[in-house]
């Protein structure tokens, strides 16, 4: 059947044609149900169904009851391109650098298979409309039947099974930087014991859950054409949120609020039988995306292959997972490094640049007029001390009890009744980065970064690496020694995390000048040079310090050695003035994020900054 004359056949034929064309279908394709991925952008389960007390979700609220509604469902990564590389690929995207960097590409053409790539090989017709933004270099054109705004299960044969995926932007992160009006006024809404109670903050809270309610009618409006075409008792439906957020401290952000998802499955009847629960049931153990590859592969009758490191929560096989992983690296044109696990109660979280502040400035996200607000308050001096610690150093470790506190303000890492529980969390996070070989250790773009690069034997000494950045993260003036002597190590990133070591010991680590100015001068890594000189600035040695990460500030230096400099000068201070020629430079660069943190330092040197300083630009615009 061609796709003009199915449309006229949904259009025109009544529902007795529907019916029709709907049993043939059941009868070609088998026992194989047809499958449907609902997706919103940036948004934690703010849903009737999960208690919400203010969102109106009728649709997702009833889809609940007729499914399965997952609790404790989370992303990998608490932005979207690392995000959709473990839901496309089934690997952790620090399992294959650069993919855990916002907006990097990783090289898995050819390397690593795709979900829809492998339903197609097993006669599903696959469509995604339309959002893509993998993270990676697999072109969307070569795994899909279709992609794109047009793309739907309607282009299928005659009794072809499909795996659609819709995906809504309605809530993505953008849409809050004005207001949005409906039936939830910013007076009705709870602020987070983390956030300053202002008319800003509140007026994106409000703005946020109406525009759940303009997602919702969309999944609708979704729902509604697979009813149409008499599809719906053939076709398991998923709901799901790619990743939390987008109100201040929750997308990028490695708390409940960007990791957190809202994730809803329903079954029609002649497949209730692959589900865990009846429908209506609820699943409290921990779901996280990672596991949509393998499960969607589960339904379709299609074996996972071996690189795919989730486990299917639907299907005959289903394997419950225990644990939930998720990470930060770089985040827009900010650097950090943060692992977190989460057993559905508690929450671990380990911070191994625990020097910088949670709250970096990030030109995107501090568009929003609540990141401003909040920012404007803290200079001001009118912050309590939960809503100021987001401007401040971290704690290496973290832990919260997520029911006895939900905004996650008591960090219990030091509480001697959860030293037990620290240390489980604590290792099996240790057991999972070294079972996904965790890139996130590697500088962005250097040796040996990538899936198969970073498993060769010797480049990537991992447990070495591991046991070296926690101790440079705990900032114990007693690992000085062990500082030293790494930083002529012959491997560079045993030489990068010796200088983030020292780096983070601050005034501590004056024994170890001559040492920083030895690697700074003439290390052969880029990147070791650039925390050397920054270890340096802070131990009075300042104008050799930055005058040697101007250089390496220079339009000379890749992206990211550009951009980690770049990092490193907005920490010195003033001192930082001497580079201003060479950062207005960078401020102009056809990079986006290098021009970001450009434009960030060089406001805030020439006294320009303020919260609203327009600091992202989608193209060069001048340093206004």
């Not at 070591?501 to 001559?514: I, K, N, T, V």
């Amino acid at each position: 059947m061609t796709n003009a004359t199915r449309r006229s056949v949904v259009s025109g034929a009544g529902t007795l044609a529907l019916a029709s064309l709907a049993r043939s279908a059941r009868s070609a394709q088998g026992a194989r149900p047809n499958i449907l991925w609902l997706v919103s952008e940036d948004n934690n389960p703010f849903i009737g169904a999960y208690g919400e007390p203010l969102t109106h979700t009728p649709t997702l609220d009833a889809l609940a009851r007729r499914g399965i509604r997952y609790d404790r469902a989370y992303s990998n990564a608490p932005v979207c391109a690392p995000s959709r590389f473990a839901i496309l690929t089934g690997v952790y995207p620090e399992a294959a650098g650069p993919a855990h960097h916002m907006r990097a590409r990783a090289k898995v053409a050819g390397l690593l298979q795709t979900y829809p790539e492998l339903m197609r090989q097993a006669g599903y017709y696959c469509t995604n409309s339309s959002k893509t933004d993998y993270n990676c270099d697999i072109d969307p054109a070569a795994i899909w039947d279709a992609t794109g705004a047009k793309a739907h299960w309607r282009g299928r044969s005659a009794g072809q099974p499909f795996m659609a995926v819709f995906n809504h932007e309605t809530t993505h992160e953008s849409r809050i930087f004005a207001a949005v009006s409906g039936r939830v006024k910013p007076e009705q809404v709870r602020v987070p014991g983390y956030l300053p109670d202002t008319p800003d903050i509140r007026r994106d809270i409000a703005s946020y859950r109406n525009l759940m309610e303009v997602m919702d009618g969309q999944i609708a409006a979704r729902l509604a054409e697979l009813e149409a075409d008499g599809l719906s008792d053939d076709t398991i439906v998923f709901y799901y949120s790619d990743k939390g957020g987008v109100l201040p401290r929750s997308k990028r952000y490695c708390y409940e609020e960007g990791l957190r998802c809202g994730l809803i499955v329903s079954l029609p009847e002649r497949f209730a039988h692959l589900a865990p629960k009846a429908a209506g049931g609820v699943e409290e153990r921990p779901v996280s995306f990672i596991d949509l590859a393998p499960t969607v592969l589960a339904l379709g009758g299609v074996a996972a292959p071996a690189q795919m490191q989730g486990r299917a929560f639907l299907g005959p096989k289903a394997s419950p997972q225990t644990y939930a992983f998720g990470m930060r690296n770089r985040m827009d044109e900010r650097y950090d490094m943060i692992r977190t696990v989460s057993d559905g109660r508690f929450r671990y979280i380990r911070n191994y640049m625990p020097n910088r502040p949670l709250g970096q400035h990030v030109g995107f996200e501090w568009l929003a007029k609540g990141y401003q607000d909040w920012e404007r308050r803290y200079r001001a001096g009118e912050l309590t001390v939960d809503q100021a610690r987001f401007f401040g150093p971290k704690a290496f470790e973290e832990l919260y009890d997520l029911e006895a506190d939900p905004d996650q303000l008591r960090n219990l890492a030091a509480a001697p009744d959860q030293c037990g529980r620290l240390r489980r969390l604590s290792a099996a996070l240790d057991r999972h980065m070294l079972a996904i070989n965790d890139n996130g250790f590697i500088p962005e773009g250097a040796a040996p970064e990538g899936y198969l690069q970073s498993r060769a034997q010797g480049p990537h000494p991992l447990k070495e690496l591991m046991v070296l950045a926690a101790a440079a993260g705990r900032q114990d003036v007693r690992n000085l020694p062990l500082f030293q002597g790494k930083l002529t190590d012959c491997n560079a990133l045993v030489r990068f995390w010796a200088a983030q070591g020292l780096l983070m010991l601050g005034g501590a680590a004056s024994p170890a000048q001559e040492d920083l100015r030895r690697a700074m001068a003439g290390d052969t890594s880029p990147y070791v040079r650039v925390v050397a000189a920054e270890a340096l600035a802070g131990l009075g040695q300042a104008p050799s310090a930055v005058e040697a990460l101007a250089g390496l500030t220079s339009g000379a230096q890749a992206p990211p050695v550009q951009l980690m400099a770049l990092n490193a000068l907005t920490f010195v201070g003033d001192e930082a003035k001497a580079a201003l020629p060479v950062i207005e430079q960078a401020a102009l660069s056809k990079d986006q994020y290098v021009r970001s943190a450009g434009r960030y330092l060089a406001a805030v040197l020439r006294g320009e900054y303020r919260p609203d300083y327009r600091v992202f630009e989608t193209a060069v615009a001048g340093l206004g």
